[in-house]
């Protein structure tokens, strides 16, 4: 298995591309340990010392580590607990016992920002190593929540102010401010 490593924005944060389907649906953060039982493959890389962050996308596995560790001496133990994780054929997420409710239906603003964020933002992210999610829509105000290399990340807040805010501004004229969560 042969696993592709790419640079982020954010010098924190490598993009692991093990070259198979990492999500077959959606992405998953993980901010710290404890929010990693779900995940076998986030539990086994929170095991490795300096690892602070992990964010599985569709085809790729972002990892942030420790400011004071450099990444020549972690990321032959990320490689190695990512083969070995999908060599041994384990599950990247375990079954969650309760689904989440039904969504309520979008207003045609919220449905709006939806799709430019999905058609035009998240995918240029995601080359990036991390996602943008909507969280809400209130008195003009956008609020997203940034994962992956994203969060975290020098360059995030002109992404979120030069970037997103002024594009969703021109398509959605509700659209006052973009803000982070």
Known sequence: ???????????????????RAV????????ADA???????LAKRLFALDGVTQVFLGSDFVSVSKDDGLEWFRLKPAVLGVIMEHFIAGDPVLLDEA????PEEEDDEVVSQIKELLDTRVR????????????????????YLQMHGSCSGCPS???????????ML?????????????
């Open 156 to 166: 995030s807040t002109a992404t979120l102010k030069a970037g997103i805010e002024n």
């Open 123 to 142: 995918p240029a992210v995601a080359q990036d190593g991390g996602d943008i999610i909507f969280h809400r829509f209130e008195d003009g105000v956008v």
């Open 1 to 19: 298995m042969f696993i592709q490593t790419e640079q982020t924005p954010n010098p924190a944060t490598l993009k692991f591309l093990p070259g």
């Open 34 to 40: 404890a929010a990693a039982e779900r995940s076998p």
């Open 98 to 101: 309760g689904k989440a409710a």
């Open 169 to 181: 501004r021109h398509y959605v004229p509700e659209v006052v401010e973009v803000r982070a969560v």
């Open 23 to 30: 999500m077959t649906s959606g992405t998953a953060n993980f």
